[in-house]
């Protein structure tokens, strides 16, 4: 490792060592994620409440989100790998910008559900091209800890956004919606200069345009084996968990539970604080570990979490349910960072090359397929009356997926599976800047 490439990345104490590159990178997806903390938790109250549309519209509009993100994220995929991941993350901001823009100024239905979809797809084209790029820049043996740090990077921004929201928004003056919606909008755009300017030291020189036929396509994809056990298990755990945090968890927490909506609150924020908090350090506990380790301990932490949440709806409200269900979202978050090094960086180190654009497009629709299908089960068994059953049913889903996860371990490479046993090993050359300028 050259001087200038050393100076180029930061490995002191607790920080993983990273090329600077990712460190730019990371930095940008935190100023947006504050942008996305401003306005998410809000959409539903803007078009119901603000555009005085119909609780079915409103829940439409915030559909409209996810239902763009089915094909926002294999098209942001397939734009990764045909344009480079770093101008098809580019593409994404723009168009996330452009949404989050319609939304502010939006007045009827039908501009409302376009603007969203927008949005939508714009969001979902990021996901994949920047798990790209980030992986890329990391090399093999800094995924696991660069894919931790973005995510204690994206809580951090969506908490600070959501912080500068509830003290800026307010129902009775409609023009603090669109304040957010524009300022959402300028943290999309305020990353595109920085992506222009980054620069790989030393460039990559530019590929020959492959032989038609030649690229790897999402059919080939579909026939890498272990790739698609990594996909059904990303799948299944992101519907019994984080499909179920913000729907089912939330409905259960403040009627049968018995706590009310400060209560919530802070249960979500011992969450964000958590994952903040801990997630370097349980990068550092699980290095030299498999990473199919990680998911099956993250998958036996929500367990435990799922648990908790039932012990918690039976204490009949009052400080004790609060404490229980903030305990229940402390244990979801340790959950979060045990996952965190691992899915994604298998994903990444699945994906042959010339097709990690497209590895990751998929490996972003299991996160999306399970995010609808989570509220989906959810609220109809809430609806159904099954409270206790519910969460009875995710736990023992995500006991299933602990010893799934285990048994993936025998489909994967070693190399594919391991986190390396010290952050600051430096990654091979072509691997840590490989993207086209």
Known sequence: MTGGQAAGRRGSGLLPSLPRQAWVVLGGDFISAIGSGLTLPFLFIYAHRVRDLSYGTAGL??????????????????????????RALMAGLVVAAAGSAALAFAGTAIAL???????????S?????????????????GRSAVFSVRHACLNAGLG??????????????PATFTIVYLADAATFLAFVPVLTRLRLDPPEPRQPRPV?????????VLRDKAFLRVWAMTALIVTVTFGQS????????????????????????????????????????????????????????WTASWVTVILAGHLGGGAAADIAFAAAMVIFALAETL???TLPAIINDLAPDGAAGRYNGLGALAFTTGFLLGPISGTAALGAGQDTGLF?????????????????GRHLPRAVNQIPAATTTSAPERDQIPVTA
């Open 125 to 141: 084209m990021i996901w994949p091209a920047q798990d790209a790029l980030l992986a890329s820049l990391a090399g093999p043996a």
């Open 113 to 123: 559900l376009g603007a969203a979809g927008l949005l939508g797809l714009g969001v």
């Open 61 to 86: 509009v915030v559909a409209a989100i996810a239902l763009a993100s089915l094909a926002g994220n294999p098209l942001g995929g397939a734009a990764a790998d045909r344009w480079t991941p770093r």
């Open 246 to 301: 913000q729907s089912s968890f939330a409905g259960y927490a403040t009627r049968p539970g018995g706590i009310d909506a400060r209560g919530l609150s802070l249960a979500f924020a011992a969450n964000t604080l958590t994952v903040v908090g801990a997630q370097l350090f349980v990068l550092r506990w699980l290095a030299g570990r498999r990473r199919t380790t990680g998911v099956a301990l993250a998958s036996a932490a």
């Open 212 to 220: 038609r036929g030649s690229r790897t396509g999402y059919r080939q």
């Open 339 to 341: 996952l965190s090094p």
């Open 392 to 408: 009875a049913a995710l736990a023992l889903a995500c006991g299933a997926a602990a010893v799934a996860a285990l048994r993936l």
């Open 160 to 173: 600070v956004g959501a912080l500068g929201a509830a003290a800026l928004v307010s129902v009775t003056h």
